[in-house]
Every structure is written in C-alpha cells, then in structure tokens.
C-alpha cells in the first residue's frame, strides 16, 4: 500500500489515500471536494472560518501586500505597516484598556508565549518563585509543549513524554480545586489559564460566577488571569472577545484563529496594562522571546481585510442570530435516546451523545448528508458554523444531522 507523503495532523500515519476526503473550493459556509459534492461547513473548517470560505477582499489583501513586502522580520529595531496597524486594531477592541499586541503563528505559540510572559514577569517583579500555572480538565491549549502540558486531555499527553513542569490541572468549574492549591502554595502561582467556553476539550460552559471566581482568587494571590480566545476570540459568542461577553477582565488573552479567519496562520496573545506595566518596567529589559513570524506583514494584512469584513458586514452581532437559530434546532434534536443533551453557547455548540449513539459514526453519516461536524471523544459532536451561515444553511446542518441520527 502506498501512503501519501503528507503526514496528516491528529490522524493515523497508516491511513490510506482513499481515507481522505480531499476539499478543492470553497463558498460562503461550504466547501467542495474534488467529485464535486458539497457540504456544509458547519464547524468553520477548525473553528475559525468566521468570514466564511472564497471571500476575495481576503485574497487581495494577501495578494497586495505579498507583491510589496511579503515579510520581513519584527526582531529588535524593525517593524511594518500591516503589523502597526493590525496591533492597534485589536488592542481597540481588546476587553482592556491600553493593551499591547504580540503576534505568533497560532494558537499553541499564542498559549506558549502567555505562559512565557506570566513567569517573566514574575520574575521582573523579583519573585522568580512564582512559576506555577494552574489549568483545567478538560481543556485544549494547543500541541507546543506548554499548552500541551496545560491541556486537560490526558490522550493528547501519551507517549511525548516529560512536560512542562510547575503546571497543575484542576476540574473545570470547581473553584474548591483552586483554593486548595491557592492555599498551599499560593504565592507560587503565576497564572490561572482558562478558556471562557472550553471548545476543543468538548464545548463546555462555564457555571454561574466561575469565571469571576478565578478574576477574585488571581488578584487574592498576585497572578494573572489568562483567557484562552483561539476559538471563542473575534465574534464566536456575540461580541469580540468572550471576556466580554462573561462581563470578566483578564489581565492576557491568547488568539488565533478566526484573526483572518484562517486565509493566513496568525495569533497572539493581547498583553493587558498590568502585564505590560511590568514589562515595561525596566528600560534595559529585553523579552527574548518571538517567533520567526511574529508581526508577518502578510498575516496582518490578512487580519485586517478579515476584521473589516466582519465590521462591515455586523458578523460579530449576526453571531447571536445564528447561534440562536442553529441551539434552536439542535435542541429539537434531543430525544434522550440517541442525544442525552445539548451544550454550549451563542455560535458554539454541541450534541451530548447516549452510549446508544457513537460520536465518530455520527460524523461519518453527517458526512454522506453533506455536513461537517467534528467528534471530540465517543460521545460529543461539535458544531462551529461560520457567522456568515445563512438561515437556510442552519437549517441544512439541522436537516442533515437528524438524518444522520436516523441511520446510526
């Protein structure tokens, strides 16, 4: 058997060629393979297609900047327009005020770099013992071994061995968790990382006043409040930010994703005014930290064709339409005898499977119905359409999963 060259991401190496289904074009909320079927993205490709597939002004954008200055490095003296630009764009709509932008190529350098700043600074502000990150299980905080060692998926840790050390899990929503670290150890803590709604971990929300309950333990014990947004950054749940839409401050906030809506590999992390006070403290101080596209001015571009897009067009708002339309019709979908639940919020959601139902032949049969969803474990089926899923395509999503449910 010949195997493709293409060493595919979070997929078996053995899997075959025919084992791929391969996309050749994509529209709006869908997507083509190369026999000419269509399917509704209904999870944004990997969550971030927020401005939809085949949008041209992305494309020129792209185009326009790499035919004048393709990239150049942002190291010590040097910088570009569409990064200057793209930084003060996101800090004027960042959840806070003042706040500085550093630019990665994703979400796991994103968390990296968040992980990176919260010890820096402690030991700027002469506490070098404060290394002590404090995540959740279940979480998902990329594949770069910091946010692997924080992310709350035990699988995703086998077999890659040692992780970061100083990095402690705790069940999500139970502050009970927190204060017992907090209380023997607390001035160890640099940081508390979190992701408003858990996505990757199984699109979970946070319980009434959590997410203000790690606000008030952070500033009990002098360590930052980190706001994983990769997924629910940049309009997801009705506003830009979720810190917002929770009514909660973080002091950094991590992205990627739908910053360009996946036309160019972007993140970063948003550096609030009490991190960069700190930074910025000591005027010799240099961050030696940063990736070789850090501030790429092509990715930028990208980002602010995107940004303008979803402005122009009220996507961040349309989020609240669309989710609404697509919880109404997934929740007709629960019958407690293939689907127990369902969970999420604004424009992420997902199905809680029975054991009568598995989450992967679920998938399987929403594909030959011609919607993409994606399965996290055996009994949870994720949905994550882009903000620009008409009406009518929610209720495709809805019509295709209900006949997949018939069939499994």
């Not at 930010?241 to 948003?270: C, N, R, W």
Request: charged fraction near 20%; glycine fraction near 12%.
């Amino acid at each position: 058997m010949s195997l493709s060259p293409f060493l595919h991401p979070f997929a078996r190496p053995a899997a075959p060629p025919e084992a791929f289904i391969r996309f050749v074009r994509g529209e709006g909320a869908c997507v083509w393979d190369e026999s000419g079927k269509r399917y509704i993205d209904a999870m944004a490709s990997l969550w971030y297609a927020a401005a939809g597939h085949g949008r041209a002004e992305i494309a020129e954008a792209i185009r326009a900047q790499a035919s004048t200055l393709a990239a150049y490095q942002c190291f010590d003296r040097f910088t570009n327009t569409p990064a200057e630009e793209l930084a003060a764009k996101v800090a004027s709509i960042a959840p806070m005020q003042n706040a500085r932008i550093f630019f990665a190529s994703g979400g796991s350098e994103s968390v990296d770099t968040a992980i990176k700043l919260a010890r820096v600074t402690s030991h700027i502000a002469g506490k070098p013992g404060k290394t002590l990150i404090i995540s959740r299980e279940p979480s998902y905080h990329g594949v770069a071994y910091g946010g692997l060692t924080a992310t709350g998926l035990p699988p995703n840790h086998e077999g890659f061995g040692p992780l970061l050390p100083d990095v402690v899990r705790v069940p999500k929503d139970d502050l009970g968790a927190i204060d017992a670290i907090l209380d023997r150890e607390g001035d160890r803590v640099a940081a508390i990382l979190t992701e408003p709604i858990i996505g990757a971990g199984g699109v979970f929300p946070p319980q009434e006043g959590y997410l203000k309950g790690l606000r008030e333990r952070c500033d009990r014990v002098g360590a930052w409040l980190v706001f994983d947004e990769v997924i629910c950054g940049y309009g997801r749940l009705g506003t830009w930010f979720g810190a917002q839409h929770f009514g909660v401050e973080p002091d950094m906030i991590t992205f990627a994703k739908a910053i360009t809506s996946g036309y160019q590999p972007l993140g970063g992390v948003i550096v609030g005014p009490k991190v960069r006070e700190v930074l910025e403290s000591q005027p010799a101080f240099i961050f030696r930290h940063g990736y070789t596209y850090s501030g790429h001015p092509t990715a930028c571009a990208a980002g602010l064709a995107n940004l303008a897009i979803m402005e122009r067009e009220g996507l961040v708002e349309r989020a609240k339409h669309m989710g609404a339309r697509l919880e109404a019709g997934l929740r007709s979908l629960v019958d407690g005898e293939k689907v127990a639940h369902l969970r999420g919020g604004v424009a992420v959601w997902a199905l809680g499977l029975t054991p009568a139902c598995d989450a992967m032949k679920l998938r399987e049969a929403m594909l030959t119905e011609g919607v993409i969803s994606r399965p996290i474990g055996p009994a949870t089926v994720a949905f994550c359409p882009p903000l620009v899923t008409t009406d009518a395509e929610v209720d495709e999503i809805i019509a295709g999963t209900k006949r997949a449910l018939a069939k499994v």
